[in-house]
């Protein structure tokens, strides 16, 4: 092991036993000698000697034992705080207000944060994987007072802590380096929090974008799978008419591929940011030129098109794009919801539910009911849902509540959001690795139920009106008879004619009028439910099984739906 490995790895070690919660079970660091003496508005407070987090810091984490959920849980937005750091340095390194040897100090750290394999060749305390260490003082809450001081506070110190001891100084040692003169300069929690959380969200959507097109293709996938599989549609949960379990698979591509390219529109909004607009916008205490210096060095650091708000004074103060983003997340996770209940219904059973389909068995269902296995990712899949609409709420609740020219509640806000997008990308990831890609088809069991119902009369209104029809369907049900007996008895059609209007390609919409007319009728899938006995599968393999006919059954229904379904954006 080299000396920089085994550094980083003893240093990991000490910088997590200052970070980890003490035994008592709060949320408190683990104060261990020997220390340091900060200080700051409230007074003096001895600080790990080896920590990167300095006073304001400890004072976080002691104020703010909320939800257990601190800055460090989501790399990303550690990543976000240290673009714009290193962006804000690079502004005021060009302005003048930097010297080089800081500005390099202060873009080193930020490196080393955004890249935790960056190595600090030739620098004191270098070496692989830096950035987790310094990660691992990100210690903060999420839920936290003073509208995100703390979280730029928790910034401010850990990277002047780390410039430090790149420039060769003691930690602490701020008259070289400061958290606020120096690493703040320019700048004020109001605009760095609200940017570094548009940045790290927007980062965050890409992981949530990718998990709904895997989810889309492996329902179309599945629709390609299910094309020739003939059942029932179903209306406010009674018969309604035939369709193919394809085409219901399909279905659920499409809300997918329509949701997605709507998540990416309001995370766009993200882009617009309110960068030196300090305390309330007007760029009190910074220099007039540094907005626009910043906002260039950001859009390069993070290689995004970041753009200033025309209006910095109601970029400071509204938090719209995060409402809009929040209620997309919202819509998402009620459609994807709205899936799994239909998953659900559809595998309910096995003996005395619909049945129609198979979801794969990922644990036994009860401690006291042998046998029964649940639904149970569609089933987390719902409450993940659930949580984000929880979010939201919050998310609204928090908007609606800002004052005047702050938001004092864009932590909570905050948090919601990127609980909202991890929560919905790990569901969707489990809800199509443990279960879509896993469903099958009961074929025979979808098509006794198409043979059973009396949806299918239907398919006769333009040909017996909807008087007869309603009579067909109203005495095949009273007398437990098919509707193909009920109305050739009745005398409204003969059989041949009715036989050719209840092809089951026909009643789904498959296939073109040719394909149709050209098909056998001698010998139809639901004349030869009343007589042969089969399940309803095997009179489906068995239609046409020697003729051209089964050729243009699998022609007309199995190329209707592609694997993937192509859309510009997959480009």
Known sequence: MSSSDCYARVHTQRSQA?????????????????????????????????????IQTLRAVENYDISGVRLRHFPKFTIACAQ?????????????????????????????????????????GGGKGQGDIMRQ????????????????????????????????FEKGDYAKCHPNDHINKSQSTNDFYPTAAKVAIHHMHHDLVDAMRKLRDAFADKAKEFARVVKMGRTQLQDAVPMTLGQEFNSYATTLKRDYPSVQDAASRFLECNLGGTAIGTGIAADPRFSAAAVKALSKVTGLEIRLADDLINASSSVSAMIFFSGMLRRVGIEVSKICNDLRLLSSGPRCGFNEINLPAMAPGSSIMPGKVNPVIPEVMTMCAYQVVGYDATVVMGAEAGQLELNVFEPVIIHSL?????????????????????ITANEERCGELVHNSIGIVTVLLPHIGYKKA????????????????????MGCMEKA??????????????????????RSRADSVMSAAKTDGKGMGDRVRSWGENSAEMG???????????????????A
Not at 418 to 437: A, D, I
């Open 497 to 518: 004619a009715l036989m050719e209007l209840l092809d089951p390609v026909a009643m789904t919409g498959n296939g073109s009028q040719e394909e149709v007319e050209s």
């Open 418 to 438: 990127v609980m909202s997008v991890q929560v919905l990308t790990r569901g969707m990831n489990t809800l199509r690795e443990k279960c879509v890609v896993g």
């Open 18 to 54: 200052m970070v980890e919660p003490s035994s008592s079970g709060k949320n408190c660091l683990k104060l261990t000698g020997p220390f340091r003496t900060e200080s700051d508005l409230l007074g003096e407070r001895q600080v790990p000697k080896e920590a990167y987090y300095g």
């Open 137 to 168: 003082s990100f210690v903060v809450d999420m839920v936290q007072g003073g509208a995100g001081t703390s979280t730029n506070m928790n910034a401010n110190e850990v990277i002047a802590n780390r410039a430090l001891e790149l420039m060769g």
């Open 552 to 570: 243009m059954w699998r022609s007309a229904t199995e190329g209707g739906y592609p694997s993937k379904i192509d859309d510009e954006e997959d």
């Open 470 to 489: 309603s009579l067909a369907a109203k005495t095949a049900l009273k007398e437990n008879r098919s509707v193909v007996d009920i109305v050739v008895e």
């Open 84 to 124: 714009v750091k290193k962006a804000c340095a690079i502004a005021n390194h060009e302005l003048g207000h930097l010297p080089t040897d800081m500005k390099e100090a202060i873009c080193r750290a930020c490196d080393e944060l955004i890249d935790p394999e960056a190595t600090a060749n030739n620098a004191p």
